[in-house]
């Protein structure tokens, strides 16, 4: 699951970086512009009955929520490794989102995937500062729900509600490149050299797409309106 792509032109200097073998994910190599987005899951696997539930749970507990959409500041660039330990990724860092935007949609993104047996996302270093508790939640739904409704997995999200104890928001990024090697030391020390004015870039969120196979679902966060029809935040 992702947020609404990002447009931040950062091209020419994930291209200085080519030399080493750091592959672009801006633009394709027929040069078109690819979607970037800020992950909310881990990749997960879904039996064919359980996809329609799984984006139908999702979705009511993203609405329930009434969050509006928001902007994120970009904080800088770093190199993070991936869940696996195979590929390193040049990452836009991202400030802490209004409202606590993305925790929650973390949060619901997580629940429901326990909720079919899924895999959550950031789990470590949430045990790290929750104690743990996560991944005892996760075992005790592991496997629970292979004929649960969209409606009953949203019901069972609902009433977990939502978690403020644990602050995700250092993890959250958007990646512009990839490498299979770890980056040398010359690398790292020149994402202190783009030039890039971080604080110049924000990014407006308000979308979240739920992608399982080919099939790609938009689910839009509610902006709040007055009694004159009229968007009075976005």
């Known amino acids: 699951m992702t947020t609404l792509p990002c ?6 200097n994930v291209q ?9 994910l801006l633009r394709s190599e027929l040069g078109a512009e690819l979607p970037l987005h800020i992950s909310l899951s881990r990749p997960i696997t879904l039996l064919t009955h359980q996809r329609e539930p799984f984006v139908d749970a999702l979705t009511r507990a993203i609405i329930k929520t009434s969050l509006s959409p928001f902007e994120i500041a970009v904080r800088g660039l770093e ?17 802490r989102a209004p409202q606590n935007s993305l925790n929650k949609l973390l949060h619901l993104s997580n629940q429901t995937a326990v909720v079919f047996g899924q895999p959550q996302l950031y789990t470590d270093s949430m045990q790290s500062s929750a104690g743990g508790q996560s991944r005892k939640r996760q075992a005790g739904n592991e496997g629970r729900s292979k004929e649960t409704t969209g409606a009953a997995a949203s019901s069972s999200i609902s009433r977990s509600g939502p978690s ?16 299979l090697d770890a980056p ?3 690398l790292r020390e020149r994402l202190n050299a783009t030039g890039i004015d971080f604080q110049a870039i924000k990014i407006d969120v308000n ?3 739920a992608k399982i196979g080919n099939s790609i679902t938009a689910i839009s966060l509610v902006a709040k309106i007055d009694t004159s029809n009229k968007v009075i935040e976005k």
Do not use: A, C
């Open 184 to 186: 040398t030391q010359g």
């Open 79 to 95: 190199w993070v490794v991936n869940y696996e330990k195979t590929r390193w990724f040049l990452v836009l860092k991202l400030e």
């Open 207 to 209: 979308t979240v797409k």
């Open 16 to 24: 200085t970086f080519q030399e080493h073998q750091v592959h672009s």
């Open 164 to 179: 403020n104890d644990v602050d995700m928001s250092p993890s959250f990024h958007i990646s512009i490149g990839w490498t």
């Open 7 to 12: 447009t931040v032109d950062v091209r020419d």
